[in-house]
């Protein structure tokens, strides 16, 4: 039990094992989703539908596809897929790729925003692959609506695991190309968490894969983000949370393994990826004025040399400013981020 000791001190956090903290646990009834027809989304104007899934490590599940289709008709398709402690609620974005002549849709994944049920503990994964199968359904819709043209994005843990979809499938991938807004290619640790720590953790997972690790009790992402205090976004804090509830170590050993998985396939991505990131780095835990300036929550250094090394034909860019969702920066930014999107679809 000594050598357990060590992993609060490398990841700088607190460990409880087999607790559930969120926020206690669910003895209610558990059923499978069977609803599966579309209906109006909690979004003004957009449609969402959830997908049966089938049987988890805990239970049953479901991903939810949300959609937005073009008044004109269009066989172009944007598919989104959200980051950690998050859901799709950027209605923004959606109408940028409407007005543009796209179909627009975004998946919730299993255990987040509209798919997450009271059995689940939020977030939580085994392996990062388990989501390929929300994508797949997504995809698998969106062909079915007629689109022939596709674009796969996702931000943060979704762009490592759109990267990693891509990586995985290859040739079979079923998208033209990939974006990827601040994608979660290496921990923002230094090289004895990532090389040690990390590894560590996801040894573990495999005998205490529930055990939990406490997260930092920092606002200042989510000040930055929202309305009611700095920012310009409203959203669901029970969905995305101001303060991110203990991850498992199951969720350490998935985005590990996916990490380092990527990055030996990387040669396997086939269609035209973008790999965005911003051009500084933020420090601190509480809000001030710079969490609107940077990255508070990756270290965009780390991710522009590991982009550099993704598919056989890519685009590594900066983006001023940006912070770590860079369509929810400021405007300038936020703006620089759209170009860059469609510009690298239309030369792609």
């Not at 959606?94 to 798919?115: C, I, K, M, P, T």
């Not at 990939?178 to 090389?195: A, G, H, I, K, Q």
């Not at 690790?213 to 200042?220: A, E, L, M, T, Y």
């Amino acid at each position: 039990m000594r050598k357990l000791l060590l992993i609060p001190l490398l990841l700088g956090s607190a460990i409880a094992f087999g607790e559930w903290h969120f926020p206690e646990k669910y003895t209610g009834p558990v059923t499978e989703t069977t609803d599966i027809s579309w209906h109006p989304d909690i979004l003004e104007g957009y449609e969402a539908r959830y997908v049966n899934q089938g049987e988890a490590f805990d239970g049953p599940c479901r991903s939810t596809i949300i959609r937005k289709l073009s008044k004109k008709p269009s066989h172009r398709a944007y598919l989104y897929v959200h980051g950690f402690n998050d859901y799709f609620f950027q209605k923004e974005m959606g109408e940028r790729f409407v007005d543009s002549g796209y179909n627009f849709y975004a998946v919730d994944l299993r255990r987040y925003g509209r798919s997450w049920q009271p059995w689940q503990y939020p977030f939580n994964v085994r392996k990062q692959k388990e989501y390929f199968n929300d994508i797949d359904s997504a995809l698998a819709q969106i062909r079915r609506d007629g689109n022939v043209d596709i674009t796969l994005s996702g931000h943060s843990t979704g762009g490592l695991t759109v990267a990693y979809f891509a990586a995985m499938k290859g040739a079979r991938c079923g998208v033209n190309r990939v974006v990827t807004d601040s994608p979660f290619l290496e921990w923002n640790f230094s090289p004895v968490m990532r090389n040690v720590g990390a590894p560590l953790i996801g040894f573990l997972a495999k005998l205490f894969p529930d055990s939990k690790i406490k997260q930092s009790h920092c606002d200042g992402y989510a000040y930055s983000l929202l309305k009611e205090y700095y920012g310009e976004w409203t959203y669901n804090t029970d969905w995305k949370m101001i303060y991110s509830p203990p991850v498992t170590f199951s969720w350490v050993g998935a985005i590990n393994h996916a990490q380092s998985e990527l990055m030996k396939k990387a040669a396997n991505i086939t269609v035209p990826i973008l790999v965005m990131h911003s051009s500084r780095k933020i420090s601190g835990c509480n809000y001030t004025p710079e969490f609107k300036t940077g990255d508070c929550v990756l270290d965009p250094f780390m991710l522009q040399k590991r982009g550099e090394k993704l598919g056989r034909v890519r685009e590594v860019c900066a983006i001023d400013s940006g912070i770590h969702d860079l369509i929810l920066s400021p405007l300038p930014a936020r703006e620089a981020a759209y170009d860059t999107i469609f510009s690298f679809i239309r030369a792609h």
